[in-house]
C-alpha cells in the first residue's frame, strides 16, 4: 500500500445538522485506498450520519467529499453507487421473497431486448464470488428468507460488487452476526482489501476495530477526536477517546443523603420479543433522594430492564417492589397511577404521538389523573392549562401549546416530555437516554430538572450510554453488559476507561479477559460503593 | 437543482393539503363528483346508450321525487350507522372487516326477540315501542358479542382480524339461514323468512310516507353519529382507542392495555353494526329472512369509511352520497336499459374521483380551487 496517495475517499469537513442538533461537526476522514478503516463511537456519536452524507442519503451543511481525488456531490444513493461507493446497511435491503440473483441484479439488471438476460447475470454474479471466494454462489436461486443472516449478508456484498463498488461502507455489520459468522465476514473484508477495495467499518466494539482494522477514527457528539493506527493504539486509548468527558457545568453537590428504598429489583430476568433472554438476573435498589445510573452500550438489556420497571414488558422471573409493595406484575397504567414517571428512550414513538398537538399529547399518561379526566370524559381546558403550564416551565419552543408535536426540535419535544413527566409529583422517575438527541441547551435543562427531583427525594433511575452524563448524574453506577451489572462504581472514583472497559464487557485489570467471565465474576477492583454488597445494588 | 425543486414542490403540496378547509374539501368533493358524472356520461356515450337520459336518470332516482328522496335517505340511514360502525374501528387501527355480518347478527338478534316476547307485551303502540327498544338492545348486545369474537382472537391468539371478521361474515350468513329456514319460517311458508312482526312494530312513517322509510330512523342514524363523534373526541375511551389507533406504542406508553383495546374497539364497532342490523329489521324488512339476499351495507360503509376519512362527522355526507347514487343506480337498472355493470362503473367512478382528495385538494389548490379558473 505504498503507492497510495491518493485517498479513496475523502471527507473534509463535513457537518451536519438537524434542526438545533449538529450531528456532524466539522469531520475529517480519509479512507487510504485497500485499507479498512474504522469508525467508532457510542451511539448517536454520529457515525451513521456520516457514512448517511457519504453515502448521498443526507446532503451535508458544510464540507466536502471526494471520491478518488475528485470532489462530489451526491444528491442520492445512486450518485454515490455511481461513483463507486457501496453501503452495506444494518438492516439489509433484500427483498425476502426474491433469490439471491434477483436480489443482486434488482434495479440494475441486465437487459436484452427489454428483457433481464439472467445468463449474463449468473456469470458475473459467479466470476464475483470465484474473485473473492465467496460461498453466494451455492445459493443463486434460493429465497434470500430461506438464507442465514451471515450468507444474506455476504449477498448484499455480491450486491455492492456487482454494482461496481470500489469502497464499501459497512453499518455495524456485526451486530446481527454470531462470533462464527463474525469471524467469516473478517475474512471477507480481509479478501476484499486484498483485492484493493477499501472499506469503512463502523461499529462501537473496540476489539473488532483493533481486529481488522488499518485506521480508526474516533466520533464523540458528532465530532472526530481524532484518527489513529490501528497498530499503534491500544483499547485503553481508544476507550478514553470514545467516552471522554465534556466539559458540563458544574451541577451543586448533593444536600440530601438518600433515604428509604422506592425501587427494589430482585434477581429480575426478562426476555426479548424474540424470547431471547436480554436481562439475566439483575439486582438493584433505588432510594429516596438518589440518582442510580445505568451505563452500558446500548442493546445490553437496558431497554427491557426498562420496559420492565415501568410495565411496559413483562418479567420471567425475579420481583420488582416500589414503595414496598410488590408490582413485578402490575400493569403499565397501574405503575404510573402508583407514581413511576417514565422518560422513554424513544421520545418519537413512546412519549409523543407525532400527529397529536401538544394539548392532546399532555393528556398522554394522565388519562386517570383528575382534573384531566372525570368520570371518563375529558376536561379539555384543563388539559390545555396543563399544557400551557409545561411549555411555560419548561421553556418548549415555539411557546404553542397548539403546535403538533412531530413538528417540534427533538430538544424541544423531550423537554415538553420531561416536563409532562415530572409535573406530579411522581416517587420515581425512570429516565431512559433523557438527553439523546438533545441539543446543549436542553441537555442542561432536563439535567438540572433531575437533579431538582432528586432534591426535592424523588427516586431516579437513569439509563445513558453517556458516560459523562452517567457520571455527573449518578449516585451510584452500575454498569451492565449482556444482560448483568458487571460492575457496581462510585462515579467519582472510577475512570472513564475503567468504565469503557467495563461496558466493553472487560474487567479494567485483566485487559484481554474474555467477556462471559468478568460477567460472572464482578471486577472487585472497580467496587468501591462500600454498601453494595448489603443493599444488593451489585449482583454478587 | 432539480432535486430541491422536486422537494420545494412537495413541500408546498404537502402544506397546502394540511391546510385545506372543511368547505373547500367539500368544494371539492362536489366538484369532482361532477367531473366524474362527465367522465362517466362520455363512456355512456360511448357505448352507445343515451348519455342525457342516464345521468338525468341517476339524478332523478337520487332526489327527483319525495318517494326517491325517501329511498336514497333510507339508503343513507343504513349506510351511515354502518359507517360509524366502520369509522370506530378503523379510527383505532383495527380492521374490522365484518360489519356486515355484525350487521346480519344484530338484525336476527332484533326479529327473534320481537318475535318471542310479542305475546307477552301488549299490542299496539307501548307494545310496539318497547319491541322496538328491546329488539334494538338486543340487536346491540349481539352485534357487539359477534365483533368481540374477532377482537378477541387478533389480541390473544394473534389472529389477523382481517381474515377472521371476513370469515365470520360467512358464518353469519350461514348460521342466521339455517336458523331462519329451520327454525323461523312458518309451516307451509315456502320462502325462507319468518313471520311478519306484528303491524304496531314499525317506526311512524312521518313526512314521508313511505313504508320502508322513516325519519325516525334518519334520527337514529344522526343521533348514532353525535354520540360515537362525543365519545371518540370527549372520553378517555375514545382518546385511549384514537391514540391506539395513530402510534400504538404511544398509545401502550400511557397505560392503555393494547389487547384489551382491541376487544372494546371492535365490540364498540360490533354494537353499532347491531343497531344497523336493528335498523334494517325493523324499518326495512319488518321480518327476516335469508341474509345473502341482503344488501351489502357492511362492505359498502367501507368505502364511507374511508370517504369520511374514518371521521364520524364526515360519515353523515359521504353516506348520503352513497345512498343517493345507489338510489339513482338501482333507479336506472329498473327504467334503463343500460347494463348494470355500466351503472357500477360510473358510480365506482364517482368513488374514486371523491375518494381522492388529496388529488383534488391539490389539484384544486393549484388552479385556485378549481372554479376561480377553469
Known amino acids: ?540 | 437543482m432539480s432535486g430541491n425543486g422536486a422537494r420545494a414542490v412537495l413541500d408546498r403540496t404537502a402544506d397546502r393539503m394540511v391546510h385545506a378547509t372543511a368547505v373547500e374539501r367539500l368544494a371539492i368533493a362536489v366538484a369532482s363528483t361532477l367531473l366524474a358524472l362527465a367522465l362517466g356520461a362520455v363512456v355512456v356515450a360511448a357505448s352507445g346508450y343515451d348519455a342525457v337520459e342516464f345521468v338525468s336518470s341517476l339524478a332523478y332516482g337520487a332526489f327527483g321525487s319525495k318517494s326517491n328522496v325517501a329511498f336514497t335517505l333510507r339508503q343513507s340511514t343504513m349506510l351511515i350507522i354502518a359507517g360509524v360502525a366502520v369509522a370506530v374501528a378503523f379510527r383505532a387501527g383495527v380492521f374490522n372487516i365484518g360489519v356486515q355480518g355484525q350487521f346480519v347478527v344484530g338484525g336476527f338478534a332484533t326479529s327473534v326477540t320481537i318475535l318471542f316476547l310479542a305475546p307477552y307485551l301488549p299490542t299496539g303502540t307501548v307494545g310496539g315501542v318497547l319491541l322496538i327498544v328491546f329488539g334494538t338492545i338486543a340487536a346491540i348486545l349481539a352485534g357487539g358479542a359477534y365483533a368481540a369474537l374477532p377482537g378477541l382472537m387478533k389480541a390473544y391468539a394473534d389472529a389477523n382480524e382481517v381474515i377472521t371478521t371476513i370469515m365470520l361474515n360467512f358464518i353469519a350468513s350461514g348460521v342466521v339461514f339455517y336458523l331462519v329456514d329451520s327454525q323461523l319460517r312458518p309451516s307451509g311458508a315456502a320462502a325462507p323468512n319468518t313471520e311478519q312482526f306484528p303491524d304496531y312494530v314499525e317506526l311512524p312513517s312521518l313526512v314521508f310516507d313511505s313504508s320502508s322509510f322513516s325519519v325516525v330512523g334518519l334520527g337514529v342514524a344522526l343521533a348514532t353519529v353525535i354520540v360515537v363523534a362525543v365519545v371518540m373526541s370527549r372520553t378517555r375511551f375514545g382518546y385511549d382507542l384514537v391514540t391506539s389507533g395513530y402510534q400504538e406504542s404511544a398509545a401502550a406508553y400511557s397505560g392503555v392495555d393494547p389487547k384489551r383495546t382491541v376487544v372494546t374497539t371492535m365490540t364498540f364497532s360490533g354494537m353499532v353494526a347491531g343497531l344497523t342490523g336493528a335498523m334494517f329489521a325493523i324499518m326495512i324488512l319488518g321480518y327476516y329472512s335469508d341474509p345473502a339476499t341482503f344488501p351489502r351495507f357492511g362492505f359498502d360503509a367501507i368505502a364511507v369509511s374511508l370517504l369520511a376519512a374514518n371521521n364520524p362527522l364526515g360519515v353523515v355526507p359521504a353516506g348520503i352520497l352513497f345512498g343517493g347514487l345507489d338510489a339513482g343506480g338501482q333507479y336506472i337498472g329498473f327504467t334503463l336499459d343500460v347494463p348494470s355493470e355500466l351503472v357500477d362503473g360510473v358510480v365506482g367512478l364517482v368513488v374514486l374521483f371523491v375518494a381522492t382528495p388529496e388529488l383534488f385538494r391539490m389539484a384544486g389548490r393549484r388552479t385556485g380551487l378549481g372554479g376561480d379558473r377553469k
Open chain 1, 1 to 540: 500500500m505504498s503507492d497510495t496517495q491518493v485517498p479513496a475517499v475523502d471527507l473534509d469537513g463535513i457537518t451536519k445538522r438537524f434542526g438545533d442538533v449538529v450531528a456532524n461537526d466539522g469531520v475529517d476522514l480519509s479512507l487510504e485506498k485497500g485499507s479498512v478503516h474504522a469508525l467508532v463511537g457510542e451511539n448517536g456519536a454520529g457515525k451513521t450520519t456520516l457514512m448517511s452524507v457519504l453515502y448521498g442519503l443526507y446532503e451535508p451543511d458544510g464540507g466536502t467529499i471526494s471520491v478518488d481525488g475528485e470532489p462530489r456531490e451526491f444528491d442520492s444513493p445512486r450518485d454515490a453507487i455511481d461513483a463507486g461507493v457501496g453501503m452495506i446497511h444494518q438492516h439489509f435491503q433484500l427483498v425476502d421473497t426474491m433469490t439471491v440473483v434477483q436480489n443482486v441484479v434488482l434495479g440494475h439488471e441486465p437487459a436484452e431486448r427489454g428483457l433481464v438476460d439472467e445468463g449474463s447475470a449468473r456469470r458475473d454474479i459467479e466470476e464475483i464470488c470465484a474473485t473473492y471466494g465467496f460461498d453466494v454462489d451455492e445459493h443463486l436461486d434460493t429465497r434470500v428468507e430461506d438464507l442465514g443472516v451471515g450468507v444474506q449478508q455476504r449477498v448484499e456484498i455480491v450486491k455492492s460488487l456487482y454494482r461496481g463498488a470500489d469502497v464499501l461502507v459497512l453499518d455495524e455489520p456485526t451486530a446481527v452476526l454470531t462470533p462464527q459468522e463474525v469471524e467469516g465476514l473478517f475474512d471477507v473484508m480481509t479478501e476484499l482489501t486484498e483485492r484493493g477495495r477499501s472499506l469503512i467499518f463502523i461499529t462501537h466494539k473496540l476489539d473488532e476495530a483493533l481486529a481488522v482494522a488499518d485506521h480508526i477514527t474516533v466520533l464523540r457528539d458528532g465530532e472526530s477526536v481524532g484518527t489513529v493506527e490501528a497498530s499503534e493504539t491500544t483499547r485503553e486509548e481508544l476507550a478514553r477517546m470514545m467516552v471522554g468527558r465534556d466539559v458540563l457545568f458544574d451541577y451543586p453537590a448533593r444536600e440530601t443523603s438518600p433515604g428509604a428504598v422506592t425501587l427494589g429489583v430482585d434477581d429480575l430476568r426478562v426476555e426479548d420479543d424474540r424470547g431471547l433472554e436480554q436481562v439475566g438476573g439483575v439486582d438493584l435498589e433505588v432510594r429516596e433522594g438518589e440518582v442510580f445510573g445505568v451505563a452500558g452500550v446500548d442493546g445490553n438489556g437496558q431497554a427491557e430492564l426498562v420496559e420492565a420497571l415501568t410495565g411496559l414488558r413483562s418479567a420471567e422471573s425475579g420481583t420488582v417492589t416500589f414503595d414496598g409493595r410488590d408490582v413485578t406484575d402490575a400493569s403499565r397504567r397501574e405503575r404510573i397511577d402508583a407514581g413511576i414517571a417514565y422518560v422513554p428512550e424513544d421520545r418519537q414513538e413512546e412519549g409523543l404521538v407525532q400527529d397529536y398537538d401538544l394539548v392532546r399529547n399532555a393528556l398522554l399518561g394522565n388519562q386517570t389523573v383528575a382534573p384531566y379526566v372525570e368520570n371518563g370524559f375529558v376536561d379539555w381546558g384543563a388539559v390545555r392549562t396543563h399544557a400551557e403550564d409545561i411549555v411555560e416551565q419548561y421553556d418548549v419552543q415555539p411557546p404553542n401549546a397548539e403546535a403538533e408535536a412531530g413538528s417540534l426540535s427533538g430538544g424541544n419535544q423531550q423537554k415538553f416530555v420531561v416536563g409532562r413527566e415530572l409535573e406530579h409529583q411522581p416517587d420515581l422517575v425512570v429516565a431512559s437516554h433523557p438527553t439523546r438527541g438533545v441539543d446543549i441547551g436542553s441537555i442542561e435543562f432536563i439535567h438540572e430538572r433531575l437533579f431538582e427531583m432528586r432534591d426535592a427525594g424523588m427516586a431516579v433511575l437513569l439509563v445513558s450510554s453517556k458516560l459523562d452524563e452517567v457520571q455527573k448524574l449518578s449516585d451510584r453506577i452500575a454498569v451492565m453488559y449482556e444482560g448483568e451489572f458487571v460492575g457496581m462504581v462510585d462515579p467519582d472514583e472510577v475512570t472513564e476507561e475503567e468504565l469503557g472497559l467495563l461496558m466493553a464487557g472487560r474487567s479494567p485489570d485483566s485487559g484481554g479477559a474474555s467477556a462471559e467471565a468478568s460477567a460472572d465474576a464482578p471486577p472487585e477492583s472497580v467496587v468501591d460503593d462500600g454498601e453494595s454488597t448489603s443493599d444488593g445494588g451489585v449482583e454478587s
